[in-house]
């Protein structure tokens, strides 16, 4: 008797005051992620003429990325994100046995800094239940499950640059494509917006820690996070107007020597193509950490 009475201490608080969802009681959760990013853009890619698509995408260009975010959940299949990831892209056209990507000879580096708001619609939501496992009461189950699709809006800041002879050279203020030469080219900005668009899952071992994977794909504005989108431009006037390393690093054609095509590569010619904006994945790993809050209960038997 005395433990029937001790059992109903127990379950009285939760037959008379009913079950609070678990998603409201953790609307908040940190996000810890690490893993890669890559490119797609002009410079590198697969044995083709440059596209766009995942088919020119090179994998060993693949950079370490890391990051920080918070989710809070709005409903139990919405919630919104805000995240901040870091990682550096690259590319170079040594990698490709495409010939006229690979007498351009570029190469180049950008890191990328990101900050981003995301939208997550869920199609299997968390899976949860009572705290106590008696007959004909769910029990509080011992995992959670959590899939969705996410798209966004970003600010990121990217940087390109070249190695030359051993150092590492910004390639915005080189003006490699005549700009701030020509008065109709004006210096491309280093901070853009993007549009992430991705998709991802999330496992809870427990009521606050869980694992999860995600990929994004981001969609830009800019062609220039590689530096290349347009044409060639004269040599000679960019090493007037920003120095010898700028000139030598518009046009790398004569590094290759005989191996060359230097009149593929002259004033005018194509250098890249602006029809096609660059982007930007990343595919992360997810340490997920739930914030505890309190709910009100509600009168429920």
Not at 8 to 14: E, R
Request: aromatic fraction near 14%; glycine fraction near 10%.
């Amino acid at each position: 008797m005395r433990r029937i009475y001790c059992l109903l201490i127990l379950i009285l608080p939760t037959l008379c005051f009913g079950q609070i969802n678990d998603w409201k009681r953790y609307r908040y959760e940190v996000i810890l992620p690490i893993g890669v990013t890559n490119f797609l853009g002009d410079l590198g890619g697969a044995n083709q003429i440059g596209t766009h698509y995942f088919r020119d995408l090179e994998l060993s260009q693949t950079n370490f990325s890391v990051g920080l975010g918070l989710r809070y959940r709005m409903t139990e299949r919405l919630s919104i994100k805000g995240m901040f990831l870091y990682g550096t892209v690259s590319g170079a056209d040594n990698l490709t046995q495409e010939p006229s990507r690979q007498n351009r000879n570029l190469s180049f580096r950008s890191r990328i800094y990101e900050i981003s708001g995301n939208f997550e619609a869920a199609f299997i939501k968390d899976k949860g239940g009572h705290r106590y496992k008696l007959h004909n009461i769910v029990g509080q189950k011992s995992f959670e499950m959590y899939s969705y699709v996410f798209i966004g809006l970003g600010l990121f800041h990217f940087n390109p640059q070249a190695l030359y002879n051993g150092t590492w050279y910004d390639l915005q203020p080189l003006g490699t494509e005549g700009q701030g030469i020509d008065p109709n080219l004006k210096p491309y900005s280093l901070w853009q917006i993007s549009i992430p668009i991705g998709i991802g899952f999330k496992y809870n071992f427990d009521k606050r820690w869980g694992l999860g994977i995600e990929f994004g794909i981001r969609k830009t504005f800019t062609d220039y996070i590689d530096d290349v989108s347009t044409n060639y431009y004269d040599p000679k006037k960019i090493e007037e107007a920003y120095g010898y390393v700028a000139g030598k690093l518009s046009n790398r054609t004569g590094e290759l020597g005989l191996a060359g095509h230097p009149t593929w590569t002259a004033p005018g010619e194509i250098r890249g193509n602006p029809n096609y904006k660059d982007s930007y994945m990343f595919l992360m790993l997810n340490v997920n950490y739930k914030l505890k809050q309190k709910v009100a209960k509600t009168f429920q038997i």
